[in-house]
């Protein structure tokens, strides 16, 4: 339902009544201002929105080592081997 500014003033207690069963709609002069929605559908819309926002390199890697530490796993780190050194061209 769409409620006038004036009209969700005086009749707050009902705007809000509503709002647990649909979304209210606040209007001022033809124009949507405000939403009011029930604390569980915001609690949704909130959560979806979390979800939506993009991660990071960083942050997916510290999901990874959270995961692995979880079940335990350690990346093998092999020995290091001489290899040629890119300036001088000598082994180090």
Do not use: C, H
Not at 33 to 41: D, L
Not at 78 to 91: H, L, M, Y
Request: charged share 35%.
């Amino acid at each position: 339902m769409a409620w006038s500014v004036a009209e969700a003033k005086q009749r707050l207690s009902e705007v809000l009544r509503n709002a647990a069963r649909e979304p209210q709609a606040i209007r001022n002069r033809s124009r949507d201002v405000a939403v009011v929605v029930s604390a569980e559908e915001f609690g949704e819309f909130a959560a979806w929105r979390a979800s939506r926002r993009a991660r990071t390199v960083g942050a997916a890697f510290a999901e990874f080592r959270a995961l692995a530490a979880d079940d335990g796993y350690q990346l093998p780190v092999s020995r290091r081997a001489n290899r040629r050194d890119g300036f001088s061209g000598r082994r180090k």
